[in-house]
């Protein structure tokens, strides 16, 4: 079946750091490639997607790339700020479908 | 704009009692859906409405879980009697979904309301 597995959490970073936070998927045909965001006392938001091999998705710095061969899409960021700490959600979405499948979610921290 | 509102916020409750949650999805949003998250888990979709429609409710416990959207706006979600395992964040959300084409029509999410059953 359908499923995506994300690295596990807390991960937590200083001021400026580099962030990477992986992702990788299980699915038939192209699935389009989601990355939420969910703030402390928050619904998720929205931050980037990819819907085909090869997209780059980005956001607010943060940038994620669709990879078929690996089948994978690493949410990553140059320099993070202490208002970056949230829960990160990946998530695919089946072609012509509605439904959203998403990983189990990693917080990040950081710190000043 | 308003986003998607839900309340309560937060519902402590025994179990075996009844509890209902509400949404308001965005206005002109013609797809409302519930979501549950488990501590430490991603939302898993419960139900999906199309309209007044629910069109994909093959994930919502149907022995102790309704839900309703009469009008085709707000909608209810009911848990009777509740249980211990049903302690998580219910999340709603909405769309403007087209029938046609297989393009990406972005789920828009409320905060959530997250239930403590005792």
């Known amino acids: 079946g359908n499923s995506v597995t994300q690295m596990e959490g807390p991960v937590t970073l200083s001021e400026e750091a580099f962030l990477t936070i992986n992702c990788t998927y299980t699915a038939t045909g192209y699935p389009s490639l989601f990355w939420y965001v969910q703030y402390p006392g928050e619904g998720l938001q929205l931050l980037l997607k990819a819907t085909k091999a090869d997209d780059k998705g980005s956001n607010k710095g943060f940038e994620a790339t669709y990879r078929k061969e690996t089948t994978s899409f690493h949410l990553e960021k140059g320099s993070v700020q202490v208002s970056d700490s949230a829960v990160y959600f990946c998530a695919l979405k089946k072609a012509s479908s509605y439904k959203l499948i998403f990983g189990s979610g990693t917080r990040l921290l950081v710190r000043p | 704009e308003a986003g998607v509102v839900q309340s309560p916020r937060y519902k402590i409750i025994e179990k075996k009692q009844p509890v209902a949650f509400w949404c308001n999805p965005i206005?002109?949003?013609?797809?409302l859906y519930w979501y549950r998250q488990n501590l430490g888990q991603g939302p898993e979709l419960l139900i999906r409405y199309e309209n007044e429609e629910a069109v994909d409710d093959s994930q919502l416990p149907k022995d102790r879980f309704s839900a309703e959207r009469l009008k085709g706006v707000d909608s209810t979600l009911k848990i009777q009697p509740a249980e211990l395992g049903d302690s998580a964040v219910y999340l709603c959300a909405s769309s403007f979904w087209l029938r046609q084409g297989s393009s990406y029509n972005e789920q828009f999410f409320g905060p959530g309301t997250r239930l403590t059953v005792l």
């Open positions: 206005s002109g949003h013609n797809t």
